[in-house]
Structure formats: C-alpha cells, structure tokens
C-alpha cells in the first residue's frame, strides 16, 4: 500500500524510496531507470511483460512531464491489461484503490518532474 507521494519521495508500507520504482500488487518493489528520463520506451517496461498483471498505472511525474507514447503500452493493452497514465498523485491514489479491489496491479512512478 502507497502511504504518500510528494514530489522525490514515495512512501510505501512505511517505507521511504527517493528514486523512481515499479511497485507490484505483491510488494515486490523494482528499481525503474528509463533511458531517457523523461520519455518512456517499451523497452523500460520489459521488467513487466512477464508479471501476472491486469491493471498498469504510469505515474508520470508530479506535473506530468514523462513522455509516455502508446508504442510503450500497447504490448500490454493487446494482452487486455488496462493502462492508465496519470499525474504521480493520482496514479498512487488510483494503485491503492485497484489494490483495495485486489487487482493483480502494477504501478511505474517517476517521482520528480
């Protein structure tokens, strides 16, 4: 469960992370690095496109500033996985409430911009 976003940090079970993540609906927590910083390739989700997921939500900064093109997420639109790409904010409100719904989710926050 995500206890907080502000803008460089994220708070999760407690937990305090300072650098961008993958948080899966299991707890698992990934380290994210994208090769351009703010603009999402396929290729920075690859980490993803071998988990049980049915929900992925993109956090895309606190003002929205990470590019995401549809080629990034169209892999997982076409295996019926909905895609969300949100304001970092709303992206974690959205995770806790898929989590809540026990959706196997996914969410890839960019925790700045």
Same mark, same amino acid.
């Given at each position: /469960?995500?206890?907080?976003? *502000?803008? %460089?940090?994220?708070?999760? !079970?407690?937990? &305090?992370? @300072?650098? !961008? ?5 299991? %707890? ?7 090769? #351009? ?5 396929? +290729?920075?989700?690859?980490?993803? @496109?071998?988990? +049980? =997921? #049915? ?6 900064? !606190?003002? %929205?500033? /990470?590019?995401?093109? #549809?080629?990034? =997420?169209?892999? $997982? ?6 895609? $969300? ?7 974690? *409100?959205? $995770? ?6 026990? &959706?196997?989710?996914? %969410?890839? $926050?960019?925790?700045?911009?």
């Amino acid at each position: /469960m995500i206890n907080s976003y *502000q803008f %460089g940090q994220i708070e999760i !079970d407690g937990k &305090k992370y @300072f650098k !961008d993540l993958i948080l899966l609906y299991d %707890g698992r927590i990934l380290p994210w690095q994208r090769k #351009e910083s703010h603009f999402l390739i396929e +290729d920075d989700l690859k980490d993803l @496109f071998l988990e +049980d =997921i #049915e929900v992925l939500i993109i956090g895309s900064g !606190d003002y %929205g500033v /990470m590019h995401v093109s #549809e080629d990034s =997420i169209s892999n $997982f639109k076409k295996r019926g996985i909905k895609v $969300f790409v949100l304001k970092t904010e709303k992206a974690t *409100q959205k $995770f806790n409430k898929f989590l809540e719904q026990k &959706k196997k989710v996914a %969410g890839a $926050f960019h925790l700045t911009c």
